[in-house]
């Protein structure tokens, strides 16, 4: 069931966001050579606390850090753990925080020092079609709007959209209906409505778009072990269009 919030929930899950935008900031910083994603996982979580928030996804469904990090092929849910970041390899970071009883939620991926050319490509793709989507937010609009035109952008760059992961509802949950799938048609799915919050989140791929689980036994990562980006904001909609909660 889809939920509307009211102006002081979205006011609250602004809130959210900004202490979940200036987190996210200050792990990107920390992003380099040498530096183990087990330790941008403790650093998160101890952001997260100072900022007077919770993280949302320690003990959802039984995932037992703060952040997802997920490493060149592996394109969401990847375990912190020793692995030193190389030269090179590109990194998406996945986080949520849990503040006044809602929940706000958001990705970036970022290059670890110099990467190749295609690397670099992949990524600004993922976060202009994130942008382009969007701009597809509106009253009136479906979710097959958002999901047609990431899909089409996506392709057109040579590059391929996941479908058997998306985006979601968020609130007083931290995955609400409806879904938000990255492919589609105009006008199919449900239309958006004025309170409704959702969360967009372009997961691609510089190979084919099927996925294997990853090594860790928990994260997906690409089946032919190409390199995945993923970029996602928390948006309400709004009577003017969409409003990002996640920004500092």
């Not at 409806?178 to 959702?198: D, L, S």
């Given at each position: 069931m889809i939920t509307i919030k009211n102006e002081q929930e979205i006011k609250i899950m602004r809130e959210a966001g900004r202490i979940l935008a200036t987190a996210l900031k200050g792990i990107e910083k920390q992003v380099k050579p040498g530096i183990t994603t087990l330790e941008l996982d403790r650093a998160c979580e101890a952001l997260i606390l100072s900022l007077g928030a919770k993280p949302a996804f320690k003990g959802h469904e039984g995932f037992p850090y703060s952040l997802c990090a997920s490493v060149n092929e592996n394109i969401v849910h990847g375990y912190p753990s020793n692995y030193a970041l190389k030269e090179g390899d590109i990194i998406g970071l996945d986080l949520g925080v849990l503040y006044k009883g809602y929940y706000s939620d958001m990705a970036i991926t970022v290059a670890v020092g110099k990467?190749?050319?295609?690397?670099?490509?992949?990524?600004?793709?993922?976060?202009?079609?994130?942008?382009?989507?969007?701009?597809?937010?509106?009253?009136?609009?479906?979710?097959?709007?958002?999901?047609?035109?990431?899909?089409?952008?996506?392709?057109?760059?040579?590059?391929?959209?996941?479908?058997?992961?998306?985006?979601?509802?968020?609130?007083?949950?931290?995955?609400?209906?409806?879904?938000?799938?990255?492919?589609?048609?105009?006008?199919?799915?449900?239309?958006?409505?004025?309170?409704?919050?959702?969360?967009?989140?372009?997961?691609?791929?510089?190979g084919d778009y099927n996925l294997k689980k990853s090594a860790d036994g928990y994260g997906f990562a690409t089946k032919d072990n190409s390199l995945s980006a993923h970029f996602e904001h928390t948006i309400a909609v709004t009577k003017f269009g969409a409003k990002i909660l996640t920004e500092v």
């Amino acid at each position: 069931m889809i939920t509307i919030k009211n102006e002081q929930e979205i006011k609250i899950m602004r809130e959210a966001g900004r202490i979940l935008a200036t987190a996210l900031k200050g792990i990107e910083k920390q992003v380099k050579p040498g530096i183990t994603t087990l330790e941008l996982d403790r650093a998160c979580e101890a952001l997260i606390l100072s900022l007077g928030a919770k993280p949302a996804f320690k003990g959802h469904e039984g995932f037992p850090y703060s952040l997802c990090a997920s490493v060149n092929e592996n394109i969401v849910h990847g375990y912190p753990s020793n692995y030193a970041l190389k030269e090179g390899d590109i990194i998406g970071l996945d986080l949520g925080v849990l503040y006044k009883g809602y929940y706000s939620d958001m990705a970036i991926t970022v290059a670890v020092g110099k990467v190749s050319f295609e690397a670099k490509r992949l990524i600004n793709v993922a976060k202009k079609s994130l942008r382009l989507g969007i701009k597809k937010v509106r009253p009136g609009n479906t979710v097959g709007d958002i999901g047609n035109t990431i899909q089409r952008f996506v392709e057109d760059q040579g590059f391929s959209v996941v479908r058997s992961l998306c985006g979601h509802g968020i609130g007083k949950g931290l995955h609400e209906d409806p879904q938000i799938p990255n492919y589609g048609k105009r006008g199919a799915g449900e239309k958006f409505i004025e309170g409704m919050t959702i969360c967009i989140e372009p997961m691609i791929t510089a190979g084919d778009y099927n996925l294997k689980k990853s090594a860790d036994g928990y994260g997906f990562a690409t089946k032919d072990n190409s390199l995945s980006a993923h970029f996602e904001h928390t948006i309400a909609v709004t009577k003017f269009g969409a409003k990002i909660l996640t920004e500092v």
